[in-house]
């Protein structure tokens, strides 16, 4: 059985402070909880102070990005050492915002995975089709392109599937149970035939996940957790999705 695996993505919300505010008040819900993987993923710049509150906690931290290079003369960016020493041990990348405003390719999200596992950190590689590709019937076609791009020349150790139908991402249209669980037997089928291990490999569902429907998308055998974004920025709605995605 793959362990319930939930995991908050912040986007560009949230100051210091209030992440601070939200790391006090979280603890204190979920702290007895041992049966569910718990990781948050603020801004790179509350990172470091994040870490310090969540010390000795059950809860992980992750960065929502990571440049494909060591070191060097690249403006802006941040390298995996950089994430490593602000605490944290996983990174989400491939987000469909990050592709569709940022440019992000298949091949860029490929250097971007290989560069932060060869460093340790574990990569949540965010994968989904948008309306008109669904609508087209071409949704296997292309959660198989973006698999086959983002994972290449990679084992899945150290990697974990965030299913993110891009219609379903903020928009409060949660993909049906059985639409979520058809889309992650998918992938599940794509990486047994493709990669070692895929049974062990979790695969996290995203879009509008709220602790009303967690429960539900949690009872079909593929949804193995939930990356969360508008719903994991309140300590109580978060715990509860937590709480909520506890196998019975
Ligand atoms: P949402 O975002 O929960 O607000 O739909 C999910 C995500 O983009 O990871």
């Known amino acids: 059985m793959r362990k319930p695996f939930i995991s908050a993505n912040w986007k560009m919300n949230k100051t210091i402070e209030e992440t ?4 006090n008040a979280f603890i204190p819900l979920v702290k007895d909880i041992t049966d569910v993987d718990m990781l948050i993923a603020p801004p790179f710049i509350s990172l470091s102070t994040a870490a310090g509150f969540l010390k000795g906690t059950n809860i992980k931290l992750g960065a929502q990005n990571v440049f494909y290079e060591e070191k060097g003369a690249f403006t802006g960016e941040v390298s995996p050492a950089m994430l ?15 592709r569709q405003y940022f440019m992000e390719t298949d091949e860029v999200v490929n250097k971007k995975v290989k560069i932060a596992l060869k460093n340790g950190l574990d990569a949540i590689l965010c994968v989904g ?11 296997f076609e292309v959660l198989d392109k973006q698999l086959s791009g983002s994972l290449k020349d990679l084992s899945m150790d150290g ?7 891009i219609w379903a991402i903020g928009t409060g249209k949660t993909a049906t149970k059985e639409q ?13 035939e493709n990669k070692e ?3 062990t490999v979790r695969i996290l569902y995203g879009g509008s996940v709220t602790p009303e429907n967690v429960a539900s998308l949690m009872s079909e055998p593929e949804v193995d957790g939930g990356l969360v974004g508008g719903a994991s ?10 709480i909520n995605s506890r196998r019975k």
């Open 20 to 23: 601070v505010e939200f790391i």
């Open 84 to 98: 490593l020493s602000a605490g944290c041990t996983h990174v989400i990348l491939g987000h469909s915002e990050r």
């Open 129 to 139: 089709e948008s309306l008109k590709e669904r609508e087209e019937n071409r949704m």
């Open 159 to 165: 990697i974990t599937i965030a299913y993110e139908p």
């Open 180 to 192: 979520a669980n058809e889309a992650h037997a998918h992938i599940r089928g794509w990486l047994r």
């Open 197 to 199: 291990g895929a049974d």
């Open 233 to 242: 920025l309140k300590p109580d709605s978060f715990a509860q999705i937590v």
